[in-house]
């Protein structure tokens, strides 16, 4: 089992930036695929941007060139850089792991509560 617990959400004003953050917990090793997930109210949750265990990374893009993603193993944190959020970035934010480290969406099993935020004009 492994425990996701995000932080770092909160209220910003259009261009703002924010970071959020994802500690691992438990069965926590390097082999994960690691992802950040949005989900604003009214719509479908959708990917944002993932990290394998190469540190390859693959983002969504709405947010290429704005956001970057990046883990620290030896913490078992994983990170979401935010910048230049714009109104339509407004969402709760999950973090997620695929244990088979393929970085398949129907593969990550493993999801923290979220935590949420708001980009005013």
């Known amino acids: 089992q492994l425990q996701l617990v995000e932080s770092g959400g909160g209220s910003v004003q259009a261009g703002g930036s924010l970071t959020l953050s994802c500690a691992a917990s438990?069965?926590?090793?390097?082999?994960?695929?690691m992802g950040w997930f949005r989900q604003a109210p009214g719509k479908e949750r959708e990917e944002v941007a993932v990290i394998d265990s190469d540190s390859s990374t693959t983002y969504a893009d709405f947010v290429k060139g704005r956001f970057t993603i990046r883990k620290d193993d030896a913490d078992n944190i994983l990170y979401l850089q935010m910048n230049s959020l714009e109104v339509d970035d407004t969402a709760m934010y999950s973090c997620a792991a695929d244990p088979t480290g393929l970085c398949v969406r129907s593969r990550f099993v493993y999801w923290g509560q979220g935590t949420q935020v708001t980009v005013s004009p």
């Open positions: 438990g069965n926590t090793h390097s082999g994960y695929c």
